[in-house]
């Protein structure tokens, strides 16, 4: 079996790959902008194929489909950080919606039955009231930021190519997740690597922090990878799922979690410029439909996840 993974040099795309590799009988396959920053698939880029594609180039997209032939697509790549998208809101959108819209029809030109998972989010939910928890796949979407829009425009635009062209497309609507690899502006990986270089003696022993009354459903992203491969084999087309966990802690009880894990007495202090124009205030998921669909449950507790990503920090 063929798998194309988009984002495969990023964090949930490099996770993919591992285990895509651990399960065997798969040859994998990547693409890579010029320049990207290969670090998180060093270890296994003599097991994997890449090719060069830019998403938003139609031309690009539709030569490496043609040449790859994939049975399935996991559409990982994005513009995933969410206050990126207030200061970059046409890059955010041409990215995420221009780029799916370019696979799609590359898949659709030539003629290819493959089936295509999207990585959508659960930021598409943005403004949930507390009598709507948790969160279900038919809640309706409020997205609060431009990034949330950007993914209501993939899902939205995974829905109309399944009904237009009855194209194999699952879409998943992921819950907040970490682990390893998570790139250090996303909330937990920011507070282990601050506590990692205040142990180091690289920075004075203060916490930087924005809203801490928001609440988040984590995942595991090794958990959520395993979902993700889970899709396409039990899937079916045309349908959308939540993955998450089913809990949600506030992000005050992150910090005290990872302060917790460190010796190091650390002063915590808001940063205004991470607070955002509007943050979602709660995101808890309700992932039955996924789970009686596929079997999958979350195997890594919050808590381990978060140990390894401040080991993941203390180490590099
Ligand atoms: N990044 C960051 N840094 N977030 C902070 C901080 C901080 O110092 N302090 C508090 N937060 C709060 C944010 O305001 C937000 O409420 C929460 O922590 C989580 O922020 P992020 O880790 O940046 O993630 P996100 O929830 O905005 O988006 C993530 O999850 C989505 C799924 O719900 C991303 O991974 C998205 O790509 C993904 O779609």
């Not at 180091?200 to 979902?227: I, Q, S």
């Amino acid at each position: 079996m063929r798998v194309l993974i988009t984002g495969i040099t990023g964090f949930a795309g490099s996770h993919l790959a591992d285990y895509c590799l651990e399960r065997g009988g798969i040859e994998v396959y990547g693409i890579v902008r010029w320049r990207s920053r290969t670090e998180n698939i060093e270890h296994i880029e003599d097991r994997i194929n890449l090719l060069e594609c830019d998403l938003r180039d139609a031309t690009s997209t539709r030569e490496v489909i043609e040449e790859i032939h994939p049975d399935y697509i996991f559409h990982l790549a994005a513009q995933s950080f969410v206050p990126t998208s207030w200061k970059a809101p046409t890059e955010s959108l041409t990215t995420n919606v221009i780029g799916e819209l370019n696979i799609f029809e590359a898949v659709r030109k030539i003629g290819l039955g493959c089936r295509i998972q999207l990585a959508c989010s659960s930021e598409e939910y943005g403004m949930v009231y507390e009598n709507e928890l948790p969160i279900t796949e038919d809640n309706p979407l409020r997205p609060l930021s431009p990034y949330g829009v950007s993914k209501v425009g993939q899902d939205l635009l995974g829905y109309q190519y399944f009904m237009s062209y009855k194209m194999d497309i699952v879409r998943t609507r992921g819950f907040n997740h970490t682990g390893p690899r998570r790139p250090p502006v996303f909330v937990c990986s920011d507070f282990a690597k601050q506590i990692a270089d205040i142990e180091k003696g690289l920075r004075p022993p203060e916490m930087y922090v924005g809203n801490l009354d928001a609440k988040r459903d984590f995942t595991d992203v090794r958990d959520m990878v395993r979902a993700y491969f889970l899709s396409l084999e039990k899937g079916k087309s045309g349908q959308v799922y939540n993955i998450c966990s089913e809990k949600s802690w506030a992000i005050r009880e992150v910090l005290d979690m990872l302060l917790a894990m460190s010796q190091e007495k650390i002063e915590v202090k808001v940063d205004k410029a991470r607070l955002r124009p509007s943050d979602v205030a709660i995101l808890q998921g309700d992932c039955s439909r996924f789970k009686k669909c596929t079997g999958w449950k979350p195997e890594i507790p919050f808590e381990q996840a978060l140990r390894d990503v401040l080991e993941f920090w203390r180490n590099r």
